[in-house]
């Protein structure tokens, strides 16, 4: 075997264990995050019919107030200054999850509010590492997944409120991946604030005695509505960051064992010309002393 084939063997073979060794990072990365996604899925699944629930609730009780009850949350300006709050994760390897946000939130600046101030609040690191190079961010949360607890978000909601309320901002808008299942995330932008006003259906001069008066309830329910409503985005996007990274391992596991196969086939065919060769070599060599 010459020196040539014997380099070619060994460069196929250290390819063949670099496949290896990244198959084995895959496929545990991908059932480490099995593992994370039962958990998360569970938590936002539990949590959907409530916050469905207590929007529900507002919005019906919301539509039965007079036009000069409303709320300082539904204050509907003219729009000049946008705040997007972009919810990304703080790590890779899943695939077009922190893209499809960037490239979602970056065409609101450009284009959807295109001559406004558009500023961001992002939570996530990717998130912020590349809207930082092209907008203002005002303030990141990235340590809010390393305790992702509806009192940790509900503190960053309540600076979202403040910046409205005292007019910084004119309007405030969410964008994130909401969980549909392991390998499908829906890219959503909703309005957080001012509170989108609700057309009533319906009778609703409904017999109720409401106590307090429903100005006051509506006033309590509304912060709580709102720090619920991004707790739920916020959970939404961490159940589809876990999905997200599971089908990306998992395709890569099998993009690896594919390349192994090939590289394995390569490596054997390479091999047995080699050894063919070889075996030609020494039966000319054997009829050339026998002439």
Do not use: W
């Not at 996604?37 to 107030?65: C, F, G, H, N, V």
């Not at 000069?68 to 300006?77: C, M, Y």
């Not at 001069?205 to 008066?213: A, K």
């Not at 939404?236 to 390349?259: P, Q, V």
Request: aromatic share 6%; with cysteine; proline share 2%.
């Amino acid at each position: 075997m010459t020196e040539q084939n014997m380099a070619n063997l060994k460069e196929i073979r250290n390819r063949i264990a670099s496949v290896k060794s990244t198959m084995q990072i895959t496929s545990a990365m991908k059932m480490v995050s099995a593992a994370k996604l039962k958990k998360a899925q569970d938590a936002i699944t539990a949590m959907r019919p409530y916050a469905d629930k207590l929007t529900e609730l507002l919005q019906s009780l919301s539509a039965t107030l007079d036009a000069d009850s409303g709320s300082k949350f539904s204050d509907q300006r003219e729009v000049n200054k946008v705040l997007v709050v972009a919810i990304t994760s703080n790590r890779g390897l899943c695939g077009a999850f922190n893209s499809n946000i960037i490239k979602e939130s970056s065409s609101l600046a450009n284009e959807k509010y295109s001559g406004k101030q558009v500023d961001f609040v992002t939570i996530g690191k990717k998130g912020n590492d590349i809207l930082g190079k092209s907008f203002t961010i005002i303030e990141n949360n990235n340590g809010v997944f390393d305790d992702l607890t509806f009192d940790n978000v509900a503190e960053i909601a309540q600076k979202l409120m403040d910046l409205f309320t005292d007019g910084s901002y004119d309007k405030i808008e969410i964008v994130y991946n909401k969980f549909k299942n392991a390998a499908t995330q829906i890219i959503m932008t909703e309005q957080f604030l001012p509170i989108v006003p609700v057309e009533a259906e319906g009778d609703t001069n409904l017999d109720y005695i409401f106590e307090p008066s429903k100005e006051k309830i509506v006033e309590t329910l509304i912060p709580k509505s709102l720090k619920t409503q991004l707790y739920k985005a916020i959970r939404d996007s961490f159940a589809s960051e876990h999905g997200a990274r599971m089908t990306a391992m998992h395709k890569a596991t099998d993009n690896a064992g594919e390349l192994r196969d090939s590289l394995t086939l390569t490596y054997n065919k390479a091999r047995q010309a080699a050894i063919t060769n070889e075996i030609l070599e020494i039966v000319g060599g054997a009829e050339a002393l026998n002439n």
